[in-house]
């Protein structure tokens, strides 16, 4: 066990370069959700170079590399994401963003490129190792329905199925060389919700003759508002919000139309169902009884991410095992969203964080034009997963 731990731990310094070189270029070619035929090709060419054999164009523009080690054993599935942002970068880096208004601000270049730095210690150590690993490259994480959704719903994992599906994710906030992993369930559901008020609208003047849509529409938003203070169990975190609101009036002018845009977060599977029903019974109830009527839309997005609770507990002893104790945190709960969950409710699944903050300098937060990751993360990230892919 330790000769495996330091080998792998001498070839990712020695490979550390070249895993640079990869996320630095695509990090320089962004490409938007579904649209990675880029990003593809570059990883296909780089298999290629590694003799690792692969099937493409999985879920569009995905793709599934298989190692084999000495003997049958389990099936480990690695999944990095690839696609970008709709985001002009602004970060200054020679090897900025190319692809005007594209930029990868969450880290999937990065996610990439350790993956395709895995996947050459792995095959380097093949007879070391026991089992079959799959190295999952999957577009559109960003954009719902979720390259993983589409990748399942192929049947990209049925033959073989994996016995354990291990993905890691950038972290601004935690020092490089650090890592994080929760137990049980970890991040929220996503869903969008769209509202629609209808009605009559007029001069603003004469309120009598029309149906106040802007009223309406606020009216319903605080009444939305009782779902989590007094409807859903207070240990159930949930958290609905309103980011968009649109009446094309004037201020003398009442639309006859307002639309309403927002985000529905939980980390219960069953209460995620009641609360759709509770939006539209509460927001059609509403617009009804003062006079107007409300059409209710709600876009059924990420399901909770769900780490198995005794193959987290494994990764986080071998994480200590490989790494100095203190650089393996414990996470909290985060109500952002995350397709990987579609794998969490298949398969048994880990799902951690690896920190890159800058040790001087700003890192800037996720989906800002600002983000840039500290580089010295690379080895942690490519290292580690390439222990816990021979271990769990």
Same mark, same amino acid.
């Given at each position: 066990?330790?000769?495996?731990?330091?080998?792998?731990?001498?070839?990712?310094?020695?490979?550390?370069?070249?895993?640079?070189?990869?996320?630095?270029?695509?990090?320089?070619?962004?490409?938007?959700?579904?649209?990675?035929?880029?990003?593809?090709?570059?990883?296909?060419?780089?298999?290629?170079?590694?003799?690792?054999?692969?099937?493409?164009?999985?879920?569009?523009?995905?793709?599934?590399?298989?190692?084999?080690?000495?003997?049958?054993?389990?099936?480990?599935?690695?999944?990095?994401?690839?696609?970008?942002?709709?985001?002009?970068?602004?970060?200054?880096?020679?090897?900025?963003?190319?692809?005007?208004?594209? =930029?990868?601000?969450?880290?999937?270049?990065?996610?990439?490129?350790?993956?395709?730095?895995?996947?050459?210690?792995?095959?380097?150590?093949? *007879?070391?190792?026991?089992?079959?690993?799959?190295?999952?490259?999957?577009?559109?994480?960003?954009?719902?329905?979720?390259?993983?959704?589409?990748? @399942?719903?192929?049947?990209?994992?049925?033959?073989?199925?994996? &016995?354990?599906?291990?993905?890691?994710?950038?972290?601004?906030? =935690?020092?490089?060389?650090?890592?994080?992993?929760?137990?049980?369930?970890? =991040?929220?559901?996503?869903?969008?919700?769209? $509202?629609?008020?209808?009605? !009559?609208?007029?001069?603003?003047?004469?309120?009598?003759?029309?149906?106040?849509?802007?009223?309406?529409?606020?009216?319903?938003?605080?009444?939305? !508002?009782?779902?989590?203070?007094? =409807?859903?169990?207070?240990?159930?975190?949930?958290?609905?919000?309103?980011?968009?609101?649109?009446?094309?009036?004037?201020?003398?002018?009442?639309?006859?139309?307002?639309?309403?845009?927002?985000?529905?977060?939980?980390?219960?599977?069953?209460?995620?169902?009641?609360?759709?029903?509770?939006?539209?019974?509460?927001? *059609?109830?509403?617009?009804?009884?003062?006079?107007?009527?409300?059409?209710?839309?709600?876009?059924?997005?990420?399901?909770?991410?769900?780490?198995?609770?005794?193959?987290?507990?494994?990764?986080?002893?071998?994480?200590?095992?490989? @790494?100095?104790?203190?650089?393996?945190?414990?996470?909290?709960?985060?109500?952002?969203?995350? &397709?990987?969950?579609?794998?969490?409710?298949?398969?048994?699944?880990?799902?951690?964080?690896?920190?890159?903050?800058?040790?001087?300098?700003?890192?800037?937060?996720?989906?800002?034009?600002?983000?840039?990751?500290?580089?010295?993360?690379?080895?942690?990230?490519?290292?580690?997963?390439?222990? $816990?892919?021979?271990?769990?």
């Amino acid at each position: 066990m330790e000769e495996i731990k330091n080998r792998i731990k001498e070839l990712t310094k020695e490979h550390l370069e070249q895993i640079i070189k990869d996320r630095r270029y695509l990090h320089q070619h962004p490409e938007l959700s579904f649209e990675e035929h880029g990003t593809s090709a570059y990883i296909a060419s780089r298999l290629r170079e590694m003799g690792i054999p692969f099937r493409d164009k999985v879920a569009g523009t995905g793709i599934i590399a298989t190692l084999k080690g000495k003997s049958e054993g389990k099936v480990i599935a690695l999944r990095a994401d690839m696609d970008a942002l709709p985001i002009q970068e602004e970060t200054g880096l020679p090897f900025a963003s190319v692809n005007k208004g594209i =930029m990868h601000a969450c880290g999937h270049d990065a996610h990439s490129a350790a993956l395709l730095g895995v996947a050459h210690i792995l095959n380097q150590l093949k *007879e070391k190792w026991t089992g079959t690993v799959l190295l999952i490259f999957q577009p559109g994480e960003e954009k719902f329905p979720g390259g993983a959704s589409l990748l @399942l719903k192929e049947g990209a994992l049925d033959r073989p199925k994996p &016995d354990l599906v291990i993905g890691q994710h950038v972290l601004p906030d =935690m020092p490089a060389g650090h890592v994080g992993f929760k137990p049980g369930m970890y =991040m929220a559901s996503g869903d969008e919700v769209y $509202l629609t008020v209808h009605g !009559q609208g007029g001069h603003a003047a004469l309120p009598h003759t029309l149906n106040d849509t802007i009223l309406i529409a606020s009216h319903i938003i605080v009444a939305l !508002q009782q779902i989590v203070s007094r =409807m859903v169990p207070a240990n159930i975190p949930t958290v609905l919000s309103f980011g968009r609101i649109e009446g094309l009036g004037a201020t003398n002018i009442i639309p006859g139309k307002v639309e309403i845009a927002g985000t529905l977060r939980t980390m219960d599977e069953t209460w995620r169902e009641k609360i759709q029903e509770l939006i539209k019974k509460i927001a *059609e109830g509403t617009a009804i009884s003062m006079g107007a009527y409300c059409t209710v839309d709600i876009k059924h997005g990420y399901p909770v991410v769900h780490n198995h609770e005794k193959s987290t507990k494994k990764a986080i002893s071998l994480a200590k095992n490989f @790494l100095d104790e203190e650089r393996v945190e414990d996470m909290d709960i985060r109500m952002t969203a995350e &397709d990987f969950g579609y794998y969490t409710h298949q398969f048994p699944s880990v799902f951690y964080r690896f920190g890159v903050k800058q040790k001087t300098g700003k890192t800037g937060a996720l989906h800002t034009p600002q983000f840039n990751l500290n580089e010295k993360a690379m080895e942690t990230a490519t290292g580690l997963l390439t222990w $816990l892919t021979v271990n769990c």
